[in-house]
């Protein structure tokens, strides 16, 4: 299998799992299908298992999960109660997935500074800093969730259609429904086999996909209108300002889908997007074409992610850091 070389991280979790209670599990700040369809597949199988599991994230769920099997009792770290917080004190594991930085996963990294924790990170990025007890790391993998459906197949652990249609959520996010470069014969095959088990993936679009907030196409219209292309219409960059979400409405993960909406202009190599965020700080994210690397520019940045799907946290605003990164992407990528 294309998981040969995980053989023995595979046995080391599997040992960790059965003979440990309590797990915590986490996700990156402003979370996506990946990372709430990991973490609903990794606490289901968990919970199987008979373990007790909380799963606290920084940031609120999007709306267009919460139709999984467990999305409910996905916590938000601003809301913890004392019960929950004396569960984290007794923990013995914390799992993070879809991330392998903990400064990822915002003020939940908190909970690792008091304990002794088995730390376990299963991603599908490019390793940066290994500071985990247990990593998995399959930077081929289309998806976390594809990572954590193979590692449920080697232990032997049964996917109920419960995890099935979380780990479905996660290929499909992260694949852009089957569409990117990264969609293999694999994610296919998994589809094609939760297909067989009766998961809907009819229902799966029209709960996760045709769910969206009136709010967000208000945010889509302000964005959008700031689109702007740059070397022949290879570069197209736009922005979303603090005063966008306070008239829309919108919360800052209802930005999500405007930049696949510019990669499917002709002719775009790169896309840049920058969201202002409080603070004069910019969060700026990169889609590219096959041949050009975004994540180069993003490492060397101080941010990451994939080749052809990248993130930054610039320092400054956006009348600073916009002709900063278009002038260094115009020279690295030779564009
Ligand atoms: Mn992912």
Redesign the pocket.
Known sequence: MQYKDFENSFDTMKEIIESKKRFIISSHINPDG?SIGSEIAVLNMLKDLGKEVLVINSSITPDNCLFLKGANEIIEHGHLTSEERSFIKKADVFIVL?VNEIKRIGIVSNILENTSLYTICID?HVLSHPSMDLSIVKEDAS??GEIIYHFMKYAGYRITLNIAEAIYVSIAT?TGSFQYSNTTIESHKIAAEFLSMGLNHSHIYENYSCNQPLRKAHLFISVISTMQTECNGKIIWMQMTQDMLKQTKAKSQDSEGIINFAMNIKGVKVILFFKELEGEKVKVSLRSRKHYNVRTIASSLGGGGHNNASGILMKGSLEETIPKLLTKIKKDLKI
């Open positions: 990946d879809d599908h998806a976390t992260d």
